[in-house]
């Protein structure tokens, strides 16, 4: 291609040829408006044509957006560009190698030492020129015609002729760099003055550092803007042929650095136990902690204590394995004196654990020199905690009654094992942009959640053969979405290689660098679902490829038939399962109980069962295998007081985080509150016999908006807020209500910050209101979405009594049950 | 202006500013793209306000005026200081609490009405603070001060009363240490927030410094780096009226005892304060080397600037500088900094002296303490101040796009703020991605 002409000139050029170009001042508004620019230039601010947000595209803008600005700006894609900014004008520099890169045709000149030189000499001025808009068309070019190259091409550059520049400073080289990179601070080419230093000086310095024109030369830095100032330099010089990664440092660190290896991370943590947290993180620094996630170790908010979370592939533990679990609570998950002791938490005492909404396991209170013996311990029942947390395939999700379930198509258990394995202890998968959550069920209910997931298989038939359906983009927090149907058939043996694929699809196109907006949901929603699928097929090819030693194109089988017909929130009860045994189900409510308790069902697992445990997405406990004759001897032990298969509805629906007890994030308190509004709430229902009619009421409690307790599924939601009015600031939360899995629907947010105080009686308002008004057989979701939200309101405050509420008006939304 | 605390939030907006359609529905999404908001996202509450809501309304739209006070209220420490740029950005998650809106001077704290906040009821008593008990009723005394040590007289700003104030408390063990602002070694005229524990200290970093230091927000960095004792530290803080009503409001309504440590607030009277990058171009402007300034003073309108010796580089009309000013410094009346306990300036004494505003039993019993060290006389005539103050009140009024009201809630929504701003010149700029999504720390 012919590039066009690329190089810097100096302000006395300028002023002569003013006339004939179009100058582009790069610098904020208010500094070109405000403290004067060359006179006839335009402003096109560096922010517009940067763009760090996008998920896929790195740090190039979209060309549309590219050409839109510059169209704006009145300029022509055969224009020649004089761009200037000022510190040195890295930013100035970045315009000119995205207009290149979109295949500007006019020349393109980066004003020498920017505004500051030009102010030396020239005049400035404060009024904008008169605009006429332009087209402008840009294009992303062909890669082969491209300046831009992608990691690969940095790979194979390593080991070429290639130089491969980093233009970062020394001490950032130093720290960390692409392997055979040399050093090249972009600074280095300017002189004091920020000028472009004598050309034969900066052929001597280049060559010195190995990089001359004879070479092809691919520069990086960490977000493409340094690199950008050089690559005109280098053009400037002769060079002519210069290429950029964008991906920058980042992306590259995290893929393939032993700071980010699981195993690695496990060694360090053993290395350091007997020297404690602080040499720990005096010698590896503060950002160790963040990194120890992937060992399974989360820093909880009382310094130098660790969340260890226990990974359990599906919820399925042996009795051996909860005695374990239960035992290292019971003797670790200890709170010092200092923060309470043994009477740490006013209901649970100390030494407990809580069960999570991933089937896994978290005690507190850890500390770093009894890690080596509760992994010890662990790894002598084949429990791990490695990739527990972290940017990582997390705990694989299953329905709790997999295998057991009378009416489930597919035994997932062998696929939950699968893919677990596949990712256990794997450094390149290790270490993806953001964590990834798979859901896998064979039961028709959609237990494991496939839709809040960034991936979920959920049972399908096609031609007579079982195997799944696939979902994708899925997940809560602060960007909640349903995960798309991909629309395709998967045989069960290759659900492991579809998550695999999906991870290198994910690794490869998702950012290491936005990381509030990386998670899989956006690649999915910028792509959308074809070309999701066709990227995963490209990542199935080449693996195909690879193992076979031959090319081979993979395609998906269209969809089968899907399976899933309803929504089970939970497994509480007594149920049958195929082989005429009984699983019961008991309610753990808000999740935590003693460590000792624990290991008690443990026990009983062996007497009454087979010595299984299975633990649920609901934060609850299921005991498999029940003989029916031993089902009234289990009922009857003291601990099913307490943990029951019959709870009152609240017991029954209550989930709830860690909350501000550990999390540092925590906004408001939630397991104590939880509980005791669960025990109030169902005295009151039973008072007035309410219980009857309602099994469950889930009510989930989220400390802060993380999610974390899953609120935009329950009945009623709620996520930690903070309320101040004129005269006192306390706890709040926000109200969503009426989610359904079932339905396809997340909670309305209808009311924000609401004094935690008053939620009891707004949630008895709301029940009453409810009985009160509804259809027959109408869901609290459809209820939900008939009552207008001032109405809904009203009940929260107490302002609209049960009976004010509407009972006229037709419903919007037909009822789903269909997985979308 | 009553309010019924058991009621639900979105109901107590309605009974003060808005109308119901506004507040009560579900909330306006920001201005940026954020790509977070996916296709069909259900809307957040009224009331809630994310970081990136803040982002938008005041730094992307360049209103930030630097107190601090967003750092000090986030309660999971997310927000951060850009220290290219001196200003507040997300370090980790955001967990959707609302409180840096509702604490910003330039957002969701009404700052006229924390003004007032001695004049009220003290909020509900919290478990931990008792720092402001008392403060009903005080009397407002204006005084002339200087330091009776000349030493200190010749370091300090107009007679170093302040500098005297603070060094007699400290030696008298009333306070720990006073965050003050001192001046960058690596960048002329740009200031940084400094914790002195002694008169040495407080000597070396006496004298205004024109930009602003976040320092409401490293209150605790700045003790865990300190030799204080952590256990129960009393310290003054200094700043900027902006940054002491910051401070003012956090106190009266404790959340975690972020404010603790604060035993003394003194505001430094203010017009506006300066981007310290364009503060330096402004000079430079001038022909005056930035770096060769030693002391910069504002009086009577004009900028002087001198160096080491004394020497006056600089006597430019203060209006040059207008370029470099925080344009967020014009929105507020506050000139004298009627929420700390003691306030000082320049104006209204003669030279050598600091006019010094006493107010709170905590200023009293500060005042009283230190005036062994202080020549000081009752000032019976305050006009230049009023005037300036009048002056100063005058140009908020004409600035702030919302109405300015010493008697309206304390908070102001998010709804309400976009009503005000939104198509003014002080409107909402789309959100920066890199201040709002690149952080390292999830959960």
Same mark, same amino acid.
């Given at each position: ?90 930013? +100035?520099? =970045? /315009?000119?190698? %995205?207009? &290149?890169?979109?295949? #500007?045709? !006019? ?116 977000? +493409?803007? =340094? /690199?950008?100032? %050089?690559? &005109?330099?280098?053009? #400037?010089? !002769? ?118 909404? =991933? ?462 | ?443």
């Amino acid at each position: 291609m012919g590039r066009p002409d690329l190089s810097v000139v100096s302000p006395c050029w300028l002023s002569e040829n003013r006339e004939t170009v179009t100058v582009v001042d790069v610098r904020d508004p208010r500094a070109y408006t405000d403290r004067g620019h060359v006179p006839g230039a335009v402003n096109v601010p560096a922010e517009r044509f940067r763009d760090p947000s996008s998920v896929a595209a790195g740090k190039l803008p979209e060309p549309e957006a590219f050409a839109e600005e510059l169209a704006a700006a009145g300029i022509d894609p055969d224009d020649t560009i004089v761009a200037y900014g000022d510190e040195g004008g890295p930013l +100035a520099a =970045r /315009l000119l190698l %995205t207009a &290149v890169t979109y295949g #500007h045709r !006019g020349d393109l000149f980066l004003l020498d030492g920017g505004i500051d030189a030009w102010r030396d000499s020239g005049s400035l001025s404060t009024e904008k020129p008169p605009l006429e808009s332009a087209t402008y068309d840009a294009d992303r070019p062909p890669a082969d015609d491209s300046p831009l190259v992608d990691r690969e091409e940095v790979e194979a550059a390593v080991d070429s002729e290639s130089v491969v520049v980093d233009t970062r400073t020394r001490a950032e080289h130093d720290q960390s760099h692409v392997p055979s990179a040399v050093q090249l601070d972009w600074e280095d080419l300017l002189d004091e003055d920020r000028r472009l230093k004598p050309r034969a000086e900066l052929e001597d310095l280049l060559e010195s550092r190995g990089i001359t024109p004879d070479r092809r030369t691919v520069l990086y830095c960490n977000t +493409a803007r =340094r /690199l950008s100032h %050089t690559y &005109v330099v280098l053009n #400037h010089l !002769g060079y002519d042929d210069v290429a950029y990664y964008e991906g920058s440092l980042t992306d590259w660190l995290r893929a393939d650095s032993p700071d980010w290896d699981p195993l690695e991370l496990q060694a360090q943590v053993r290395a350091y136990a007997d020297r404690g947290f602080d040499a720990l993180v005096a010698d590896l620094g503060e950002d160790v902690l963040g990194r120890l996630k992937l060992a399974g170790l989360y820093h909880q908010k009382q310094r130098g204590f660790f969340m260890l979370r226990t990974k359990v592939p599906g919820g399925e533990l042996t009795a051996e394995q909860a005695r374990v679990i239960g035992g290292v609570a019971d003797e670790f998950a200890r709170a010092p004196d200092d923060h309470g002791g043994e009477s740490q938490n006013p209901i649970f005492g100390d030494g407990y654990l809580d069960l999570t909404t =991933r089937q896994d396991v978290q005690m507190h209170w850890i500390r770093l020199e009894d890690i080596p013996e509760i992994w010890d311990r662990y790894e002598a029942v084949g429990l791990t905690t490695l990739q527990a947390c972290g940017n990582s395939v997390r705990n694989v999700v299953s329905c709790p009654a997999a295998g057991i379930d009378a009416n489930e198509t597919i035994d997932v258990r062998p696929q939950v094992t699968d893919v677990t394995q596949r990712f256990l202890g794997d450094r390149v998968y290790g270490n993806l942009p953001r964590k990834l959550k798979v859901s896998i069920t064979g039961c028709h209910e959609n237990c494991a959640r496939a839709q809040i997931n960034d991936l979920g298989f959920t049972p399908a038939v096609k031609d007579g053969r079982d195997g799944f359906a696939v979902h994708v983009g899925g997940g809560l927090s602060d960007g909640p979405r349903m995960a798309s149907d991909l629309e395709l058939f998967v045989e069960p043996d290759q659900v492991s290689e579809l998550v695999a694929a999906t991870a290198e699809v994910f690794k490869n196109h998702g950012s290491y660098l936005d990381t509030a907006v990386n998670r899989l949901r956006y690649l999915v929603e910028e792509w959308g679902v074809e070309r999701f699928r066709e990227e995963l097929e490209r990542a199935l090819s080449s693996e195909f490829e690879f193992e076979s030693g031959s090319a081979s194109d993979f395609e998906f089988e269209p969809a089968g038939e899907s399976l899933t017909t309803d929504y089970r929130g939970d497994h509480v009860g007594v149920h049958e399962q195929d082989d005429g045994r009984f699983y019961v189900g008991l309610a753990v409510p808000v999740g935590r109980m003693a460590g000792s308790e624990f290991a008690t069902f443990a026990d009983h697992a062996e007497t009454y069962g087979d010595g299984e445990l299975r633990l649920t997405p609901n934060q609850n406990l299921l005991v498999p295998h029940v003989a029916e004759s031993d089902l009234e001897a289990f009922r009857s032990e003291s601990i099913l007081e307490r943990y029951s298969p019959d709870p009152g509805p609240f017991t029954r629906g209550v989930v709830t985080c860690t909350g501000s007890e550990f999390c540092s994030y925590g906004v408001i308190e939630t397991k104590n509150r939880a509980i005791r509004w669960a025990r109030q709430l169902d005295e009151w229902a039973a008072d007035r016999g309410l219980d009857e009619d309602h099994d469950a009421i889930r009510l989930h409690m989220s400390g802060c908006s993380a999610s974390c307790a899953q609120p935009q599924i329950a009945d009623i939601g709620l996520r930690g807020e903070v309320y101040r009015d004129d005269s006192r600031t306390t706890e709040a939360v926000d109200v969503g209500l009426g989610g359904d899995l079932g339905a396809g629907e997340f909670v309305d947010w209808v009311a924000g910050k609401v004094p935690l105080e008053t939620i009891p009686a707004a949630v008895e308002r709301l029940v009453l209101a409810y009985d009160a008004s509804r259809r027959p057989d109408e869901s609290v979701t459809d209820w939900t979405d008939r009552i207008p939200d001032h109405e809904l309101r009203g009940i929260l405050s107490g302002a609209t009594g049960p009976e004010e509420v509407a009972t006229g008006r037709e419903t919007e939304t037909e009822t789903e049950l269909e997985v979308r | 202006m009553s309010e019924q605390p058991s009621r639900v939030p979105t109901e107590r907006a309605t009974d003060t500013t808005s109308s119901e359609n506004e507040t009560d529905g579900p909330r306006t999404s920001g201005v940026g793209g954020d790509p977070r908001e996916l296709a069909d996202v259900t809307p957040d509450p009224g009331g809630k306000t994310w970081f990136r809501d803040l982002d938008e309304a005041v730094i992307e739209s360049d209103r930030c005026i630097q107190c601090g006070t967003c750092v000090a209220a986030c309660p999971s420490d997310s927000i951060g200081i850009d220290e290219t740029t001196g200003r507040p950005t997300l370090v980790r998650m955001c967990t959707g609490c609302s409180r840096c809106w509702d604490f910003c001077p330039r957002s969701g704290l009404r700052y006229e009405r924390v003004l007032e906040f001695g004049e009220e009821p003290e909020v509900e008593a919290s478990a931990t603070d008792d720092s402001r008990a008392g403060t009903v009723g005080a009397q407002e005394t204006t005084y002339a001060a200087r330091a009776r040590d000349t030493a200190t007289n010749d370091a300090g700003q107009d007679g170093g009363a302040v500098t005297t104030l603070l060094a007699e408390l400290l030696e008298a063990g009333e306070i720990d240490g006073a965050i003050v602002a001192g001046e960058r070694e690596d960048e002329p005229l740009r200031g940084k927030a400094v914790l002195a524990t002694s008169r040495e200290e407080l000597l070396a970093t006496a004298g205004s410094v024109y930009s602003q230091t976040m320092q409401l927000g490293r209150i605790h960095d700045l003790l865990e780096a300190s030799d204080i004792d952590k256990r129960d530290p009393q310290l003054a803080l200094v700043g900027t009226p902006c940054v002491i009503e910051g401070a003012a409001a956090l106190e009266r309504y404790d959340w975690d005892g972020e404010t603790d440590p604060i035993a003394l607030t003194v505001a430094l009277m203010c017009t506006r304060s300066f981007e310290h990058e364009r503060l330096r171009s402004s000079i430079a402007d001038c022909g005056v080397d930035p770096a060769a300034v030693e002391k910069l003073d504002v009086s009577d309108g004009v900028l002087y600037a001198s160096d080491d010796d004394g020497e006056t580089l600089l006597e430019e009309a203060i209006d040059t500088f207008d370029t470099a000013a925080l344009r967020g410094c014009a929105e507020c009346a506050d000139f004298v900094g009627g929420a700390a306990d003691i306030s000082a300036g320049s104006v209204g004494s003669d030279e050598s002296f600091t006019t010094m505003v006493v107010r709170t039993d905590r200023g009293e019993r500060a005042w009283e303490i230190a005036s062994s060290g202080l020549e000081t006389a009752v000032l019976e005539e305050t006009d230049a101040l009023d005037k300036i103050a009048d002056w100063n009140r005058r140009r908020a009024r004409e600035t702030l796009p919302r109405e300015f009201d010493p008697e309206g809630s304390v908070g102001i929504t998010y709804e309400d703020h976009r009503a005000a701003y939104d198509g003014t010149d002080r409107d909402l700029e789309p959100l920066n991605p890199a201040r709002v999504h690149q952080y390292e720390e999830w959960c």
